[in-house]
């Protein structure tokens, strides 16, 4: 009962990026996942690569609000890890045979769906803001990703004013919504 | 609309998004946008707009704290990073295990003995009371390792290299409780370890992880994980729900060295160590390495697992009975992964056999268990 207690703390903690509850469930899943990769044909890196993903996976299925895990956390990133291996091996063809341990596994193939959806978004986002260029691409992130109000915008950028910085600001937003829903309407990248 | 108002009308929406309009200027705009179908849609697909954004932002942050708190435990040593080259170990490793296998078992058949030979001479120095009975794997390990160093050498593929995979520093006995792997063993052996293997009586090796661990009572449940395990049928033996009598004759198998050995003597008190009703004691040979070992009766039935003896006393070994495996297992099936395993007390079709024949059935069941 306290364990669970624990982990719903935990899981709380994660939705919130709160770096202690990332980094406990951090330490207490790498290894696990990493002998899983290393005894199947992975390396290092890829074991890095196979958890952090999965650590996107939950903290995304934590966020999701009306979430409830119904098995434990180490079995989960177990299962989710798991399933992205044997993806990336089938991807590679380097390893088509099922591994690991398929009874200890709990269902993620529908997080996994929409995790790759979410992924192919926000890669979308990525590149669209990145295709902007400067100075486009550090204005937008100054207003919605770090959140600073129009008057500091102009101080930081050398906009004579806060009107200038917002005209210019709705130049640069016309672009990416026109980029961003391009893609979005298409589904592709 | 000109530029400026449309600067003007995306303002007022983005303000009107994120509640920063004062009550008056809010009702005003929401009558703007029910009679304009336009600002209406302006709003709709700008919302969505700043959710994905927003979204966007955090993935970002929770990729930055992940990818810092990586960098943390790595240099803390709390998770085991840097060691670029074990990966190509590994895979060296499992492309000339066979050979390493054949000089590894000789060196490791002679360092054996050496070490038994050194171990059985030399004074214990325990003053503990009660004594695990682990097997610290050390002089054996270390010549296995440099077997494997000269068998890769000689190969002419291997890099000169100073870590070996990994080290397993202990070792136990443990068996199966259901034909799919799952496993007792005794927690101590495995409670820190990260990789855990297991090798029946004729060296196979798998690979196997913890599932649960009971530290007070020192036992852990642990699987099998490795697609070159079959699973059982079923197992040849059952699991007593019941205390055994004083005087039953009992056997045990395990590990105290690299091959199986059998132990045999009689259950001497229905509760163990400082009477602990949950335990008994049992007189039979018990050996460091002995320890997570199944205790069986006559019949062939799992009556306990072993767990440790009394230093400075003869024969006074303990094993906690079969019926707290049936408890371990009602807990670990509160996990829906495992809620479908299954152990059993049948009576199986090992009662009236000889004991050779009866051990000859059980061996494959009964595991050396490695950790790190």
């Keep these: ?46 074991a890095r690569d196979v958890f952090q993903e999965a650590m996107i996976v939950l903290y995304e299925k934590a966020r999701s609000g009306t979430f409830e895990l119904h098995c434990q956390i180490r079995t989960y990133m177990y299962s989710v890890s798991r399933r992205l291996w044997l993806k990336k091996l089938q991807q590679t063809k380097r390893f088509t045979s099922d591994f690991g341990d398929p009874d200890s596994v709990v269902p993620v193939e529908d997080d996994l769906e929409d995790h790759l959806k ?10 669209a803001i990145l295709g902007l260029g400067e100075p486009c691409k550090s204005l937008l992130e100054a207003f919605y990703i770090e959140k600073k109000n129009m008057q500091e915008i102009a101080l930081d950028f050398g906009y004579t004013n806060a009107e200038n910085a917002k005209t210019q600001k709705y130049k640069c937003l016309m672009r990416l919504k026109k980029i961003f829903f391009s893609h979005y309407k298409n589904g592709t990248p | 609309m000109n530029e400026y108002n449309d600067i003007t009308i995306l303002d007022a929406v983005e303000r009107y998004i994120r509640g920063e309009m004062n009550p008056d200027e809010r009702l005003h705009f929401e009558n703007l946008r029910k009679t304009n179908g336009e600002i209406d849609q302006l709003v709709v697909e700008h919302t969505l707009f700043l959710q994905q954004m927003n979204r966007f932002s955090e993935w970002q942050k929770f990729r930055n704290t992940i990818q810092h708190v990586h960098n943390d435990l790595a240099d803390k040593g709390e998770i085991k990073d840097g060691l670029k080259s074990k990966a190509k170990i590994v895979y060296l490793w499992n492309k000339y295990k066979r050979v390493t296998a054949i000089a590894a078992s000789i060196a490791g058949i002679t360092a054996l003995t050496m070490s038994i030979l050194v171990w059985s001479v030399s004074p214990s120095t325990t003053t503990d009371q009660y004594k695990e009975l682990e097997r610290r794997l050390g002089l054996a390990e270390i010549k296995t390792d440099l077997a494997n160093e000269k068998v890769q ?9 100073k870590e070996i995979q990994i080290n397993y520093r202990t070792a136990a006995t443990g068996f199966l ?48 994980d490795d697609p070159k395990f079959k699973s059982f049928g ?88 079969s019926k707290y495996i049936y408890q371990a297992v009602d807990n670990v099936k509160k996990n829906p992964i495992y809620q479908n395993v299954k152990i059993t007390s049948k009576t199986n079709n090992l009662s009236g056999l000889t004991k050779q024949q009866q051990v000859k059935k059980i061996e494959d069941c009964v595991f050396m268990v490695k950790g790190d």
């Design chain 2, 234 to 321: 079923s197992l040849p033996y059952g699991i007593r729900k019941t205390t055994s009598e004083i005087a039953e004759p009992i056997f045990t198998l395990g590990f105290p060295r690299d091959e199986i050995v059998y132990g045999e003597g009689y259950l001497s008190a229905r509760t163990g160590y400082l009477g602990d009703t949950l335990s008994c004691q049992i007189a039979v040979p018990a050996n460091p390495g002995n320890s997570g070992g199944p205790v069986f009766n006559h019949e062939g039935d799992v009556i306990g697992i072993l767990t440790g003896k009394q230093a400075e006393a003869d024969d006074v070994v303990f094993a906690i009975q």
């Design chain 1, 1 to 46: 009962m306290k364990q669970e207690n624990n982990e719903k703390i935990l899981l709380q903690g994660l939705a919130r990026n709160d770096k202690k509850a990332v980094e406990t469930i951090y330490r207490d899943n790498y290894g696990m996942v990493q002998a899983l990769i290393i005894n199947n044909n992975g390396s290092i890196d890829d």
């Design chain 2, 153 to 161: 050498g000689l190969a002419g593929k291997a890099s000169p290299q």
């Design chain 2, 177 to 224: 409780i259901d034909a799919k792997g799952l496993m007792i063993t005794n927690a101590h052996v495995v409670k820190k370890s990260e990789n855990i293997k297991v090798f029946n009586s004729k060296g196979e090796q798998f690979n196997a992880f913890v599932v649960q661990l009971d530290i007070p009572r020192d036992v852990a449940i642990i699987k099998i």
């Design chain 1, 118 to 127: 979410r992924d192919l978004e926000f890669g979308m986002m990525e590149r």
